[in-house]
Antibody, heavy 117, light 106 residues
């Protein structure tokens, strides 16, 4: 079965960067885009961007352009999302997700990133 | 930028029908999908391509999309359906989520 397993919680200081991993299994990693979505406590879902694991081409949401980098290590079926210049407002749960249609059938368990001095 | 608007909350009695709307400019020209999220859990896709149900989603979940409004309908609502629901669509190669609707089963 399809699974997306994310790395563990992180605590970072303002101005630092964080890198979250998302290991895929149960399907061909290069078949579907990996998307990243975040959710601040008590807030809604916010799309950050997506990456084509085959080509490495990425599309970022306007709010994150210049601050987010999405990469992959294809041999180990793992995608990464790195967010830089962290501020307190970036404290949130970060999810990776994917799917074969225009929707996201599969989600990771989420990674809590806390930004605090 | 494109926006999707949902009511913050909807209440329904057990066994009744719940309808949650999602509004956006010419939304009917795009595919809409819906996610259910319970506290402490990742979102779960319940409707995709306007009205299709993924495997394992109960038949009481249905969807429609026309004009400027997509609607998620839950027939015979059960206590287990109490959750936050988010609509989602694509616009100009980017993903847009609605603000979410808290469904309360009273």
């Amino acid at each position: 079965q399809v699974q997306l397993v994310q790395s563990g919680a992180e605590v970072k200081k303002p101005g630092a960067s964080v890198k979250v991993s998302c290991k895929a299994s149960g399907y061909t990693f290069t078949s579907y885009d990996i998307n990243w979505v975040r959710q601040a406590t008590g807030q809604g879902l916010e799309w950050m961007g997506r990456m084509n694991p085959n080509s490495g081409i990425t599309v970022s949401a306007q709010n994150f352009q210049g601050r987010v980098a999405m990469t992959r290590n294809t041999p180990i079926s793992t995608a990464y999302m790195e967010l830089s210049s962290l501020r307190s407002e970036d404290t949130a749960i970060y999810y990776c997700c994917t799917g074969s249609t225009s929707a996201f059938d599969y989600w990771g368990q989420g990674t809590l990133v806390t930004v605090s001095s | 930028s494109y926006e999707l608007t949902q009511p913050p909350s909807v209440s329904v009695s057990p066994g009744q029908t719940a309808s949650i709307t999602c509004s956006g400019d010419k939304l009917g020209d795009k595919y809409a999908c819906w996610y259910q999220q319970k506290p402490g859990q990742s979102p779960v896709l319940v409707i995709y391509q306007d009205s299709k149900r993924p495997s394992g989603i109960p038949e009481r979940f249905s969807g429609s999309n026309s004009g400027n409004t997509a609607t998620l309908t839950i027939g015979g609502t059960q206590a287990m359906d109490e959750a936050d629901y988010y609509c989602q669509a694509w616009d100009s190669n980017t993903v847009v989520f609605g603000g979410g609707t808290k469904l309360t089963v009273l």
